[in-house]
Nanobody, 115 residues
Framework: VQLVESGGGLVQPGGSLRLSCAASGFTSSSYNMWWYRQAPGKEREWVAVIRSATGSTDYADSVKGRFTISRDNAKNMVYLQMNSLKPEDTAVYYC?????????WGQGTQVTVSS
């Protein structure tokens, strides 16, 4: 199982970024897929989830209405579209799957929101 995030960078407040998570070694559509983030000096927090069975999504209150999680089953990819970014969204963003009684994480991608 491998998860590889990409798409982070430096963006001004109000801007947008799309993060990608490339999954390999398993079929991501068969599992709930999560995005988490960790800001400096803070604990890792969940951001969004897309569920395997229904494709339904859920978001942390802090990003609801601004972020959208989606998946491309043919490409085995999961995405996080982030709009109206705020400085408090600055963090390392991680893709996650819980499979076989184990949590798997990518290496993370840095998102910095600053003017």
């Amino acid at each position: 199982v491998q998860l590889v995030e990409s798409g982070g960078g430096l963006v001004q407040p109000g801007g947008s970024l799309r993060l990608s998570c490339a999954a390999s070694g398993f079929t991501s559509s068969s599992y709930n897929m999560w995005w988490y983030r960790q800001a400096p000096g803070k604990e890792r927090e969940w951001v969004a989830v897309i569920r395997s069975a229904t494709g339904s999504t859920d978001y942390a209150d802090s990003v609801k209405g601004r972020f959208t999680i989606s998946r491309d089953n043919a490409k085995n990819m999961v995405y996080l579209q982030m709009n109206s970014l705020k400085p408090e969204d600055t963090a390392v963003y991680y893709c996650n799957v819980y499979r076989g009684f184990k949590d798997y994480w990518g290496q993370g991608t840095q998102v910095t929101v600053s003017s």
